[in-house]
C-alpha cells in the first residue's frame, strides 16, 4: 500500500528564501518530503516548486494543512494548492466517432493505470454507447445541432457539474467549445491534437503533412482556451515517416502516438505536475 500523500504546488515571483520558507515550515511540523521538484523561470522571474509530502508525518489534516501554511503564502504572495494524492480526480471524456484515445483512456481506468475516476463519458454521437455502456459507464448523447449550439453546450456543461468533473477530457470530441465554457473551465479541460502544434492547425493536418511531405508527425496534449489549438501545451511527441508511406499510413501512426501523448498529458495533470503560467507551462515529469 503507498503512503499517504500531499502535493503542494507553488508558483510565486522569485526571491531568496523560499525554498528555505517552505522546507522549514515542513521540518518545524515534522513533515518529511518525499520529492522535490522545483524551477526558477530567468525570463520571467518566477519561481515553481512541486512537492510532495508523507501526510502521516504531520499533526494536522489537509484544511489544517492550509491554514498552517497560509502565512508563509502570503509573505511571498504565492498561488499554491495542496492536494491529497489518495483522492482520484474526476475525469469526464467527451468523443465523437473515432474512438481510439477514449478506448486507451478506459483500459488505463480499468486497470488502475491512471488514478482517476470516469463518472460517465459525454458525446455528440451514439457511436460509443455499447463500448462505454459495457464499462459500467454512463454514457450520454448530446447531439449538436449546427443552428443551435448553446443549447447542446449548455446540456453539456450540466452534465458535467452533474458529474463533479476535476476534469475534461477531449478524446477526439469534434468540436469546438464555446469560449463560456471555455473560460468556465478554464485550466480543466485537456484536449488531444492530431499534429505537431502550431503546425497543421484545423482539420485534415495529416492531409496537409502529407501533402507537404514532412519526415515527422506528431502530436499535442494542451489546455483548451478560447483560442483555437492556442492553449498552454502539456506534452508533445512524434514519430518518424518514410516517403512511400500513404495518408492512411500517417493516420494509423499519428493514431498511436495522440494515445500516447494524451495518457501521459492526462497522468501529468491528474499528478499536480503542471504549473501553468501564462500560455506556458513548468511540466514536473
Known sequence: MSPHRYRLIISCPDRVGIVAAVSGFLASHGGSITEASQHSDASTGWFFMRYEIDAGTLPFDLDGFCRAFEPIAGEFAMQWHVTDARLPRRVVPLVSKLDHCLTDLLYRWRSGDLPMDIPCVISNHEDMRDYVEWHGIPYHHVPVDRQDKASAFGRVSQLVDEARADVVVLARYMQILPPDMCARYAGRVINIHHSFLPSFVGARPYHRAFDRGVKLIGATCHYVTDQLDEGPIIEQDVI????????????????????????????????????????????FD
Open 240 to 283: 518518424r515517416v518514410r516517403h512511400d508511406d500513404t495518408v492512411d499510413d500517417l493516420v494509423r501512426l499519428g493514431r498511436d502516438v495522440e494515445r500516447a501523448v494524451l495518457a501521459r498529458g492526462l497522468r501529468y495533470h491528474l499528478e499536480d505536475r503542471v504549473l501553468v503560467h501564462g500560455n506556458k507551462t513548468v511540466v
